[in-house]
């Protein structure tokens, strides 16, 4: 029997929120990020990711759970509850985010099945090709992604600002989300003996694919969009993520703690940033509650009933 390795924060137990969004596509405009079209496609493509993205990162953790010759590869019961949640939250963003995409499709962004399909076919091909534990050290390499950019969102005011109100609940809860379960899958790896070597360099060659691939869906939606042929877009986005205000610039040196031997993801404690976000979205007067229609524990006991 493997046991993981205790992380240095205490464990969260992580809850299976179960939500329903509905987005009505005349409510939302179509640049809903800044007001910004070019800048909003680039959301619209990750948003298109998620979906099989999240499917496949749920596929390489359940993996390590099935038993194997009688005995499951992981045993500890903590983390294996921790799976639970995982799966059960990375399952309810891949709903929501077909329910947003669905959406985008109304606002005439029709490449974006062809998109996903050959997403599909990417990870699909993953799969069949690389060994369980290099699929699952993908999967904690975009798990990093993820988490900080996630952990960015919920901690720029100007950044959630810049979405309009009527989908921003959709990508701060999703970022919440990303935050809470971060160290599942780091944890799993960990469990199943994944060596530094492998965690590293499959973050090497998963970056430089997620680049290509997130800036060749930019890129396409942009094309669909008319917004390619746009020089002074592109400059001014090239500036927002790497000038001012530069959001990826700054998750540069989170996202290369990454490769530090000893790195685990809550070596970046966020437990306030997480308690004051459920508190704000779920709390007595969470903004989330009209459209949350329950929470369950790892054994799928409901352990909080929508409010009224
Ligand atoms: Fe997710
Ligand atoms: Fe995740």
Known sequence: MTRVATSKSEKREILRRRLDFEFNPAAVPRDWYAGDLHLTLFWDGLS?????????????????????????????????????????????????????????????????????????????????????????????????????????????????????ESVRDLWVWHALEESEHKSVAFDVFRAVGGSYPIRVGTMLVTSVIFVVVASEVHIRLSYRAGELFKPRRWLSNLNFFWGKPGLFRKLLMPYLDYFRPGFHPSDRDTTELLEEWDERLFGEEGTLLGVLKGTYDASGELVGAPAG
Request: aromatic share 6%; proline share 5%; net charge negative.
């Open 48 to 164: 298109l990711l998620f979906p099989k993205g999240e499917q496949f990162f749920v596929n390489s953790v359940k993996h390590f759970t099935k038993p194997r010759n009688g005995t499951s590869r992981i045993t500890d019961p903590e983390l294996l509850d921790q799976v639970a949640g995982f799966i059960g939250q990375e399952s309810m963003h891949g709903k929501e985010h077909r329910a947003f995409n669905e959406m985008l499709l109304e606002h005439g962004l029709d490449s974006a099945p062809r998109l996903e399909a050959e997403v599909a076919a990417l990870l699909n091909r993953a799969q069949r090709k690389l060994p369980p534990i290099v699929q699952l050290a993908v999967t904690c390499a975009l798990e990093h992604f993820t988490a900080i950019l996630g952990e960015q969102l919920l901690e720029t005011d100007r950044h959630r600002a810049a979405i309009h």
